[in-house]
C-alpha cells in the first residue's frame, strides 16, 4: 500500500528532556491510523510536528511523499485537523467560522458549509454563536471544519472528548464513512482504546515518547486468544503451581492478584483442583478473549509477560 505519511527517526526535546525518541511511522492511503498511548506519551506532539506547529530536532517527514521543511505550508491545504481544545471566534455565529476558513484555505463551494454540517449532525445552529453551544456541540463543529475543505488526510487529536455516546458513536460512524465513501486518510488518537478497535486499521502504541508497536488491526484479530483470567490470594505460590506442576509456560501477570493463562492445555477442572490442593484461594476464574485493550496494556505495562 502506498504510504501518505512517513515519518522516520524523529527526535524532539523540549528544556533538555526527550519527549520524542527516534519514532518510525507509516501511514497508508486510505486507512484509519489509530494512535494510542497514555497521557503525555507523545501523541500530540507528533500530531504537532506533522503540521509543523513544533519543529523536530531531528529526524524527517514525508507528506504525499514531499519532505516537511521548517517553513512548508503548502501541504497543510490537503489535512484538516483537530489539535487539542478546538478555539474558534466566539462572538461569531457558527456558519461564519466555517466561511471565514474556507476563505483562509482559498475555498469556495457554496454548499461546503452545509455539507460539513450536516454530516456532524449540527443542522440547523448555522445561526448560533460560538458561546451558545454545548461542549459537544462544538467538538462537532470541531470535525465539521476540519472535513469543510474535503481535505485528504484527517489528523484527530482525541476528537471524542466531551461527547455522549450517542455522539461518540455518530462520529465513529462518520469517520469510517469519510475513510470507505471519500477515500480519506485519518489519523486518530484516542484514550478510549474500544473506540480506536471499532475503526482502525492500524495502531500505533507509543509510551514515553518510543513507538513500541506498529501493527495491523487484523494481526491483533488473528491472535485474538482465548484465555483464563484467575484471581488468586497467593501469586507466587500460584506461578509456582502453574510452572512446576501443571507445566504451564504461557501466561501474564495483570496485578498482584490476578493472572492471565493463555495454555489450553489443561481444563479449569484440573487447575482448580491442584490450586485448591495447595491451598491457594481462587476468588475468580473466567474464560475472556484477548483484544486490543489487553495487548495495549500488556505493552504500555511491561511488567507482565509470555514466559
Known amino acids: 500500500m502506498e504510504a501518505i505519511i512517513q515519518i522516520h527517526q524523529l527526535y524532539k526535546k523540549f528544556k533538555g528532556i526527550e519527549t520524542i525518541s527516534n519514532v518510525n511511522m507509516k501511514i497508508n492511503k486510505g486507512e484509519i491510523y489509530g494512535f494510542l498511548g497514555p ?49 474558534f471566534y466566539e462572538r461569531l455565529t457558527v456558519k461564519e467560522n466555517l466561511e471565514l476558513h474556507c476563505h483562509y484555505h482559498d475555498e469556495h ?21 460560538i458561546d451558545e453551544l454545548s461542549l459537544g456541540m462544538k467538538q462537532r463543529l470541531a470535525i465539521a471544519r476540519a472535513i469543510v475543505t474535503k481535505p485528504e488526510i484527517l489528523i484527530l ?12 458513536k455518530d462520529i465513529r460512524e462518520l469517520l469510517v464513512l469519510l475513510k470507505q465513501k471519500y477515500g480519506v486518510t485519518i489519523l486518530i488518537s484516542s484514550h478510549i482504546v474500544s473506540e480506536v478497535e471499532a ?4 495502531v500505533g502504541i507509543i509510551n514515553r515518547g ?19 483470567e484467575i484471581e488468586v490470594n497467593d501469586l507466587e505460590k500460584t506461578l509456582t503451581i502453574l ?15 490476578s493472572i492471565r493463562i493463555f495454555d489450553q492445555s489443561l ?13 491457594v484461594e481462587m476468588s475468580k476464574m473466567e474464560m ?19 514466559a
Request: proline share 3%; charged share 25%.
Open 288 to 306: 475472556k478473549q484477548h483484544h486490543l485493550e489487553a495487548y495495549f496494556l500488556n505493552l504500555i505495562n511491561e511488567g507482565g509477560h509470555h
Open 109 to 129: 463551494d457554496q454548499h461546503a458549509v452545509k455539507e460539513a454540517l450536516e454530516v456532524v449532525g449540527l443542522v440547523g445552529v448555522e445561526q448560533k454563536r
Open 210 to 228: 518510543k513507538l513500541l508497536k506498529e501493527v495491523k488491526m487484523e494481526e491483533i484479530r488473528k491472535g485474538n486468544d482465548h484465555y483464563l
Open 39 to 87: 497521557n503525555g506519551a507523545g501523541k500530540t506532539t507528533i500530531m504537532k510536528m506533522i503540521l509543523n506547529l513544533v519543529k523536530p530536532c531531528s529526524g524527517e517527514i514525508l507528506v504525499s511523499n514531499q519532505s516537511v521543511k521548517p517553513t512548508s505550508y503548502l501541504y497543510l491545504k490537503n489535512i484538516g485537523s483537530i489539535i487539542e481544545n478546538p478555539v
Open 157 to 168: 487529536d482525541e476528537p471524542i472528548n466531551g461527547l455522549d455516546p450517542i455522539g461518540i
Open 199 to 202: 475503526i482502525a486499521d492500524t
Open 243 to 257: 510452572k512446576k506442576k501443571l507445566g504451564i509456560k504461557k501466561y501474564q501477570i495483570v496485578n498482584q492478584r
Open 267 to 279: 481444563s479449569q477442572a484440573q487447575m482448580n483442583k491442584q490450586l485448591v490442593e495447595n491451598d
